[in-house]
T-cell receptor, first 117, second 111 residues
Framework: KAGVTQTPRYLIKTRGQQVTLSCSPI?????VSWYQQTPGQGLQFLFE???????NKGNFPGRFSGRQFSNSRSEMNVSTLELGDSALYLC????????????????FGEGSWLTVV | SQKIEQNSEALNIQEGKTATLTCNYT??????LQWYRQDPGRGPVFLLL?????KEKRKERLKVTFDTTLKQSLFHITASQPADSATYLC??????????FGAGTRLTVKP
């Protein structure tokens, strides 16, 4: 079955603009989480959605937001872009959120490379 | 505060040798720990999960150990190959139920 699909793969924006990234999870997966990856900070958790509700949020400013639709697809938005927002944004899907006894493997997409100039 | 530390930023070994990567954590009581592989410009790929009641887990040439007393996991790749060159990440669930990753170890296997 198809993996996690992220679009667009690459994009360039200028400071002050806003951007929307899209993620389609693996079929049947209802939990979607977003991560930002930069060389200096590594992989950092942004937020997690399940059944259209945000369940967890990382330590990022309010300029970073997201949502999940009834078909489990998710979008994240970054407003008023700053140079420091340049990063690889990764989406991951899993069957359910949270920690379970059986472990909850998450599957990543290829990411969206955002460059802010 | 919760921390995940992977001992080396980079590790270079000769083909055929065993690579050993370390993941140490503090202020976690994880029910399980995961290891991922990430190639440049790609998303991480899940490799192995080991539970707190498991001492060791194997998958082909990969072996993971988990010592909850030492708060440490070791990740071994035996008979390493140049194709094993990648960054390897360990991951734990944080208190907020978010998946947290170590900074990763970049492994280079030289022919």
């Amino acid at each position: 079955k198809a993996g996690v699909t992220q679009t667009p793969r690459y994009l360039i924006k200028t400071r002050g603009q806003q951007v929307t990234l899209s993620c389609s999870p693996i079929s049947g997966h209802r939990s979607v989480s977003w991560y930002q990856q930069t060389p200096g900070q590594g992989l950092q958790f942004l937020f997690e959605y399940f059944s259209e509700t945000q369940r967890n949020k990382g330590n990022f400013p309010g300029r970073f937001s997201g949502r999940q639709f009834s078909n489990s697809r998710s979008e994240m938005n970054v407003s008023t872009l700053e140079l420091g927002d340049s990063a690889l944004y990764l989406c991951a899907s899993s069957l359910v959120p949270g920690q379970t006894l059986s472990g909850n493997t998450i599957y990543f997409g290829e990411g969206s490379w955002l460059t802010v100039v | 505060s919760q921390k995940i530390e992977q001992n080396s930023e980079a590790l270079n070994i000769q083909e055929g040798k065993t690579a050993t990567l370390t993941c140490n954590y503090t202020n976690y009581s994880p029910a399980y720990l995961q290891w991922y592989r990430q190639d440049p410009g790609r998303g991480p790929v899940f490799l192995l999960l080991i539970r707190e009641n498991e001492k060791e887990k194997r998958k082909e040439r990969l072996k993971v150990t988990f010592d909850t007393t030492l708060k440490q996991s070791l990740f071994h790749i035996t008979a390493s190959q140049p194709a094993d060159s990648a960054t390897y990440l360990c991951a734990l669930r944080g208190n907020n139920n978010d998946m947290r990753f170590g900074a990763g170890t970049r492994l280079t296997v030289k022919p």
